[in-house]
Nanobody, 124 residues
Framework: QMQLVESGGGLVQAGGSLRLSCAAS????????MGWFRQAPGQGREFVAV?????????YHADSVKGRFTISRDNAKNTVYLQMNILKPEDTAAYYC????????????????WGQGTQVTVSS
């Protein structure tokens, strides 16, 4: 089992920034690709970004966040990050980190472990 705990969410004005963190324990963190998803009320889980298993590895971001959000990881700290800049009201959602054995997975069913989520609310 792998445990994932997100932090860093909160309330921010449009145009502001937040940095989400996800701390992992229980499995070999460096062996997993790590992703961020989000889910707004009444909507499905939406892919945000993924990073391959090695630090400084390949990343892929959804078009809706490209140029504003950046995923990164620190394998020495067993932590993955999501830097969110130029936030918009439509970014409001619960944000989840997840771990996948397959590299650069973008679909929820490809992920093996999930955190409990952290809420991000962007006011206009």
């Amino acid at each position: 089992q792998m445990q994932l705990v997100e932090s860093g969410g909160g309330l921010v004005q449009a145009g502001g920034s937040l940095r989400l963190s996800c701390a992992a324990s229980g499995r070999t963190f460096s062996s997993y690709a790590m992703g961020w998803f989000r889910q707004a009320p009444g909507q499905g889980r939406e892919f945000v970004a993924v990073i391959s298993w090695w630090s400084g590895g390949i990343t892929y971001h959804a078009d809706s966040v490209k140029g504003r959000f950046t995923i990164s990881r620190d394998n020495a700290k067993n932590t993955v990050y999501l830097q969110m800049n130029i936030l918009k009201p439509e970014d409001t959602a619960a944000y989840y980190c997840a771990a996948a054995r397959s590299s650069l997975a973008v679909r929820p069913y490809e992920y093996n472990y999930w955190g409990q989520g952290t809420q991000v609310t962007v006011s206009s």
